[in-house]
Nanobody
Framework: QARLVESGGGLVQPGGSLRLSCASTVSNFENSLMMWFRQPPGKQRTLVAS???????NYADSVKGRFTIARDNHKSTMYLQMNNLKPEDTAVYYC???????WGRGTQVTVSS
């Protein structure tokens, strides 16, 4: 079954970095709007960053200058480079593909000393 699979989460100290990946087997990846969302414990899921098929990007104000979204259409994979991580970045991170309206199962990111 076509799906999205996130990876790269983990435990990191404040100020550290992580790189998340989202591998897609859903059709039409190269033309899809791709997004990263996150959901902190007990809170709603919110948009972190998005990238169009052309590579146009958009970020939540809380991550601008620290996170970078990217995609490799040849590998059908999206990335989220997260630098200077803060405790408030702790959340489950989900990827979303517009074509097929598909969600991944999420990967946990915990920022703590």
């Amino acid at each position: 079954q076509a799906r999205l699979v996130e990876s790269g989460g983990g435990l990191v100290q404040p100020g550290g970095s992580l790189r998340l990946s989202c591998a897609s087997t859903v059709s039409n990846f190269e033309n899809s709007l791709m997004m990263w969302f996150r959901q902190p414990p007990g809170k709603q899921r919110t948009l972190v960053a998005s990238i169009t098929g052309y590579g146009d990007t958009n970020y939540a104000d809380s991550v601008k200058g620290r996170f970078t979204i990217a995609r490799d259409n040849h590998k059908s994979t999206m990335y989220l480079q997260m630098n200077n991580l803060k405790p408030e970045d702790t959340a489950v991170y989900y990827c979303y593909q517009s074509s097929g309206d598909r969600w991944g199962r999420g990967t946990q990111v915990t920022v703590s000393s």
